[in-house]
Structures are given as structure tokens and as C-alpha cells.
């Protein structure tokens, strides 16, 4: 069973940046895709940025490439590079597993942004 570990949230002044970490227990940790998700109070989940086994990066549209998503898999570690933060990022930040378009991972607690001045 994977467990996972999220961090590196925190409180920042818009036009900031944040670095946050995943890192998940277990087995078989560079033969699937992972992705950052984010939660904002009285919204869905949504998909932020997901990467590829091979370190192939996707993003959500709506990021206009102020986020960049990375890998060490031998660390059994993804990151997400957070600049030039806005206030409509703040949310709770998950990361899991994926399977095509499913999450197969349990979620993790999540790890907190908060965007404000």
C-alpha cells in the first residue's frame, strides 16, 4: 500500500513561491504517473499538473506556466515549483498516484498554500 506525504506549504505574498514535496512509501514508485491535485475551500479537487513515468510533464490550462512539475525517482519524490503565486491559488495541495486518469493511491492529508498579503 502506498502511503503519502505531503509538504512545503505554507503562507506567501502573492508573487511568491513555494516548492512542495510528495513523497510515497512503497513499491514501484517509477512505474506510474503521478499528479498534484489542489482543493479550495467549498470547491472540487481539480488536476494541477500531473508527470509521466519518463518525466513528461502535463499542466492545467489555467496555470499559464507559473508551475512546474518534477521527479526523483530515487527518492520516491515529486515536486511542484510554485511562482509568481495568486491569491485564487491558495487550496490545499494532494498528490497521488495514477493510472490513467484514476487515482489509486490513498489521499494523503495535503499540504496547505495560502496566498495573501
Known amino acids: 500500500q502506498v502511503h503519502i506525504v505531503e509538504s512545503g506549504g505554507g503562507l506567501v505574498q502573492p508573487g511568491g513561491s513555494l516548492r512542495l514535496s510528495c513523497a510515497a512509501s512503497g513499491s514501484g514508485f517509477s512505474a506510474y504517473d503521478m499528479g498534484w491535485y489542489r482543493q479550495a475551500p467549498g470547491e472540487q479537487r481539480e488536476l494541477v499538473a500531473r508527470i509521466s513515468t519518463t518525466g513528461v510533464p502535463t499542466y492545467a490550462a489555467s496555470l499559464k506556466g507559473r508551475f512546474t512539475i518534477s521527479r526523483d525517482n530515487a527518492k520516491n519524490t515529486i515536486y511542484l515549483q510554485m511562482n509568481n503565486l495568486k491569491p485564487e491559488d491558495t487550496a490545499v495541495y494532494y498528490c497521488?498516484?495514477?493510472?490513467?486518469?484514476?487515482?489509486?493511491?490513498?489521499w494523503g492529508q495535503g499540504t496547505q498554500v495560502t496566498v495573501s498579503s
Open positions: 497521488n498516484r495514477l493510472l490513467g486518469l484514476r487515482t489509486i493511491a490513498s
